[in-house]
C-alpha cells in the first residue's frame, strides 16, 4: 500500500528532502522553511527486499564485520544526539590541479562563490534569468526532440494513473523503464557503482575520512542549493579522485516541471559544480528516480546522461531507505535488513549494480561508515565510481576533460554507457517509440522487467 506521508523537517540550515520510500508523494516544496520535501530515494518501490517492515527493531541476520568505532544501531536513530562532525581531510589549494585528471583546469577559489550570485536556495530557480535563458536556447539548438509529454502532478503514481498506464512516455519512477541512455547498473558482475545523493553537507567530511582511509571512491550526485553552502567539501570530494554529479538545484519531481524549470535545475546545478571545481559533470540523477522521456531528452541535450539505481522488478529496487531513518520513518535494523538483501540479489544477478543511499544526514553516513561499507569490503565486491564502474576512465565524466574516445555525448546517438562489453552499447532488443529515438530496454538485471501496463499497475499497489 501507498502511504501518502511526506514531511519536513529542519537540520541546522540544511534542507531536509524526505519521504518514505514506500510512500507517495504529495509535495515537492517544504512550506516551512523554503526546503524542497523530497528525498532521491522516494521511489514509488519498494527496498530490494519487498519488505514493508523498515521499521524493524532486529536484525534478520548476524553481522559479520562491522568498523570498530561504529555507533551502536540501537543508537542510530531519528531521535539521536548529534556527535560532532570530522574536518575535512585536507583543505584543497586554489590553483591547484587534480592529480586523478589529465588536463583539467586549475582549482577555483572557493572563496569567490558568492550565494548572491545564484538563485534561491532550495527553490526551483525562475527561468527569465540570461542564464536560463542561454540553457533554453541551446537545447532548442541541440537537435535532441524533447517530447511533448505532460508534466504529472504531485501525488506520485496514485495521482498520475493514466501517466504511469503510459508505457510510451517511459516513466522509470512509476514503471521502471530505462532507455539505452541511462545507467542503471555496472557491466562487470559484483562490481558495485558507489553512489551518494544529496550532499555537500555537515557529515560528508565524516564520510570522506572514511573512504579516503579505505582507498574507496565513490560518485556523489550533489544537490546545486548544497554546493553553494559548502564549496570546500565539494572541492575535497572532486580533488580527493570521487566523480562529481547532477542532482539538481532544488530537488524537485523533475516530471511536474515545465521544460524550462528542468533547464535551470540542471543549468545552475551544472554551474555552481564548474565554478567550484573548474570541471562540468556530464551525468545526473533525477531525485526520487522521477524521469521520464521528456526530462531525460532534456538532461540529454544538456549533455548529462541518467545515472538510476539497480532494479530487479517493477517494485524492488537496490535502495537501503537509509534517507528514511532521520525522519522515523525507517530504523536502522531496517536499512542493514535491506543491505543483507542487497548483497544476496547482487551475488545473484549477472551485472554489476548500483545501490542508493545519502550523505545528507548523521545517520545515513554512520551507517554506511560503520556497517554497510565494512560489510562491502569483507565481500568480493569491486568497489568504485560509476564512470569506472563502467570501465572509463575518470576524465570521462567531465565536459572539460572528456575527449569523448570511448565516452561520447549521449547526444551524439553513440551510446556507450549501457550494460554491455566496456565500450560498447548493449543490445536490449527492445524497439524505440516515437518518443524518444532511443531503444526501450527492460532491466539489464536477470529479472527483466517485460511487464504489461496493467500488471505494472496492478504491481505498485501490492
Partial sequence: MFVGAIFALSLTGLPVYGQSSSASSSSSSAASSGASAASSGATSSAAVSGSTNTEATALTFSLTVTNPTAVPLASITANETSLATIPLPSTATPGATNTFLSGAPALPNPTSIVSSNYPTLDKVPPTDSDEVQQWIAEVAASGINIPNITQTVTGGCPANLAAAADTSRCWWYCTGCVRDTDVQECPNKLTWGLTYDDGPSFYTPNLLTYLTANDLNATFFLVGSRCVQFPATL???????????????????????????????????????????????????????????????????????????????????????????????????????????????????????????HDLFEETVQLATGYILPSAMNQSFDIKPVISCLNKPMSDAYIETNDNSTNPPAASGVVTLSSGAPGSASATGAASDSNSGVGLKVSGTSTALALSSAFALVALFL
Fill in 235 to 357: 572541492q575535497e570530494e572532486y580533488m580527493s579522485g570521487h566523480q562529481i554529479a547532477v542532482h539538481t538545484w532544488s530537488h524537485p519531481y523533475l516530471t511536474t516541471l515545465t521544460n524550462e524549470q528542468v533547464i535551470a535545475e540542471l543549468g545552475w546545478t551544472k554551474k555552481i559544480i564548474k565554478d567550484v571545481t573548474g570541471v562540468t559533470p556530464n551525468m545526473m540523477r533525477p531525485p526520487y528516480g522521477d524521469i521520464d522521456d521528456r526530462v531525460r531528452n532534456i538532461s540529454i541535450a544538456m549533455g548529462l546522461t541518467p545515472v538510476m539505481w539497480t532494479r530487479m522488478n517493477a517494485t524492488a529496487t537496490f535502495d537501503t531507505d537509509d534517507f528514511d531513518v532521520h525522519g522515523g520513518l525507517a530504523s536502522s535494523y531496517g536499512v542493514l535488513n535491506n543491505w543483507e538483501n542487497i548483497i544476496t540479489h547482487a551475488n545473484e544477478i549477472d551485472t554489476g549494480f548500483i545501490v542508493l543511499e
